[in-house]
Nanobody
Framework: QVQLVESGGGLVQAGGSLRLSCVASGRFFSIAIMGWYRQAPGKQRELVADITSSGSTNYADSAKGRFTISRDNVKNTVYLQMNSLKPEDTAVYYC????????????????WGQGTQVTVSS
């Protein structure tokens, strides 16, 4: 199994910055994709950004130019640097580990963290 623990959320004024971290722990062989999703009240969970183990990144249009995702494969950690935050970025941010192989020969599974609140005040 894989456990994901997020940190770094909080309250920030519009225009400010936050850095989210997510550490994956447990027994696993590989994690192909790690990403960040968010869910605002009354809205569906949406992708913010994700990154493959080789460093290829993918961003939602709302995140392009303001957010940067990075990954440390040695530490099994993914980061999300968020700059120029806007009130509409307010949401619970969830870490996701996708295409996880517990062993070399196992199938692939997806795991979620418990979420961290990001609140941007105007």
């Amino acid at each position: 199994q894989v456990q994901l623990v997020e940190s770094g959320g909080g309250l920030v004024q519009a225009g400010g910055s936050l850095r989210l971290s997510c550490v994956a722990s447990g027994r696993f062989f590989s994690i192909a994709i790690m990403g960040w999703y968010r869910q605002a009240p009354g809205k569906q969970r949406e992708l913010v950004a994700d990154i493959t183990s080789s460093g290829s990144t993918n961003y939602a249009d709302s995140a392009k130019g303001r957010f940067t995702i990075s990954r440390d494969n040695v530490k099994n950690t993914v980061y999300l640097q968020m700059n120029s935050l806007k009130p509409e970025d307010t949401a619970v941010y969830y870490c996701n580990a996708d295409a996880v192989k517990i062993t070399l020969y196992s199938g692939r599974s997806s795991y979620w963290g418990q979420g961290t609140q990001v609140t941007v005040s105007s």
